[in-house]
C-alpha cells in the first residue's frame, strides 16, 4: 500500500496506533513524544496534538461506524498541520 504525497508520514503511523492501541497505551506514547521533544515549541505542538488524539480515541471509541485507515490518516495530517500552525508550534523553534 502507498501513501498518498498528502498524507504525512507521522499521520500514517498515528493512523495505525490508533486503531492498535488502547487509551492508556496511546497516553503512554503520548508522554514519552513530549519528554522526547527535542525544542519546547515541539514540546508544545506534541502536547496539542497528543490531546487532540486522546480525543479522537474516545470519539472512535463511542462511533457507531469506525473510519477507515485512510480516512484517520486524512484527518491525522489535518491535525498535525494545525498544530504547527498553533502559536508556539513545532514552526516556533524555541
Not at 23 to 38: F, T, Y
Amino acid at each position: 500500500m502507498s501513501l498518498s504525497p498528502t498524507v504525512d508520514p507521522m499521520a500514517a503511523q498515528m493512523a495505525q496506533l490508533l486503531g492498535e492501541s488502547d487509551l492508556d497505551e496511546l497516553r503512554e506514547v503520548v508522554k514519552r513524544w513530549i519528554a522526547e521533544a527535542p525544542t519546547q515549541g515541539t514540546r508544545r505542538m506534541y502536547e496539542n496534538f497528543g490531546a487532540r488524539m486522546i480525543e479522537l480515541k474516545h470519539a472512535l471509541a463511542e462511533a457507531p461506524v469506525q473510519p477507515t485507515r485512510e480516512e484517520l490518516e486524512s484527518a491525522l495530517t489535518m491535525m498535525l498541520r494545525l498544530a504547527a500552525q498553533q502559536p508556539g508550534g513545532a514552526g516556533a523553534g524555541r
